[in-house]
């Protein structure tokens, strides 16, 4: 029988604060977070520590069995910094609500953030100010819905090629619906 890979970060953490040279986990070297994680094909759940601020450029691309992180849970992540985050993460999040209204995230600018991931809907917080046009939520075709609040704005290619993608559920007033801009 295959053994599921999953990662808890905190033990991470501590690997990664203490590398020194020639340290290894899971036999390769230790240099930083992308190292532990970016690339492995067999990761299937990833538990982030509940203080986690921000997640870095391509921190999980490329971990094609990843289908599950616990991104609802991090009511202190503000930050989805630069590119590809999730990106060739085919499936994660399959047929599932992303429920990110617990985060503290601010907007989505990088190029690709989730590129390409099975997920039924995205419900955003309250604090969304930005969906960018860097085509953040491109390729999702099974994207059905998202959930978004009255200060965000959304960017022209950020759902590009989601071919599922109907409505917006939108959480305010008609007159702040009237203010919201979707270029």
Same mark, same amino acid.
């Given at each position: 029988?295959?053994?599921? $890979?999953? *990662?808890?970060?905190?033990?991470?953490?501590?690997? *990664? =604060?203490?590398?020194?040279?020639? /340290?290894?986990?899971?036999?390769?070297?230790?240099?930083?977070?992308? /190292?532990? *994680?970016? %690339?492995? =094909?067999?990761?299937?759940?990833?538990?982030?520590?509940?203080?986690?601020?921000?997640?870095?450029?391509?921190?999980?691309?490329?971990?094609?069995?990843?289908?599950?992180?616990?991104?609802?849970?991090?009511?202190?992540?503000?930050?989805?910094?630069?590119?590809?985050?999730?990106?060739?993460?085919?499936?994660?999040?399959?047929?599932?609500?992303?429920?990110?209204?617990?985060?503290?995230?601010?907007? $989505?600018?990088?190029?690709?953030?989730?590129? %390409?991931?099975?997920?039924?809907?995205?419900?955003?917080?309250?604090?969304?100010?930005?969906?960018?046009?860097?085509?953040?939520?491109?390729?999702?075709?099974?994207?059905?819905?998202?959930?978004?609040?009255?200060?965000?704005?959304?960017?022209?290619?950020?759902?590009?090629?989601?071919?599922? $993608? =109907?409505?917006?559920?939108?959480?305010?007033?008609?007159?702040?619906?009237?203010? /919201? /801009?979707? *270029?």
């Amino acid at each position: 029988s295959k053994t599921r $890979f999953v *990662v808890v970060n905190m033990m991470d953490d501590d690997v *990664v =604060k203490n590398a020194g040279p020639g /340290t290894k986990y899971y036999g390769e070297p230790v240099t930083d977070f992308k /190292t532990l *994680v970016q %690339g492995r =094909k067999n990761l299937e759940y990833y538990y982030l520590r509940l203080d986690t601020k921000t997640i870095n450029n391509s921190s999980f691309s490329g971990c094609s069995k990843l289908k599950y992180i616990n991104l609802e849970n991090l009511t202190m992540l503000r930050r989805m910094a630069q590119n590809n985050q999730f990106s060739g993460c085919s499936c994660l999040f399959e047929g599932q609500v992303l429920d990110l209204s617990k985060t503290q995230l601010t907007e $989505f600018e990088g190029s690709g953030t989730f590129n %390409g991931i099975p997920v039924k809907g995205i419900k955003f917080p309250a604090t969304m100010t930005k969906i960018g046009s860097g085509k953040s939520f491109s390729n999702c075709t099974s994207l059905e819905f998202i959930s978004i609040g009255n200060k965000a704005k959304i960017g022209a290619d950020a759902f590009e090629g989601c071919t599922s $993608f =109907k409505t917006i559920f939108y959480v305010g007033t008609l007159d702040e619906l009237n203010a /919201t /801009t979707i *270029v």
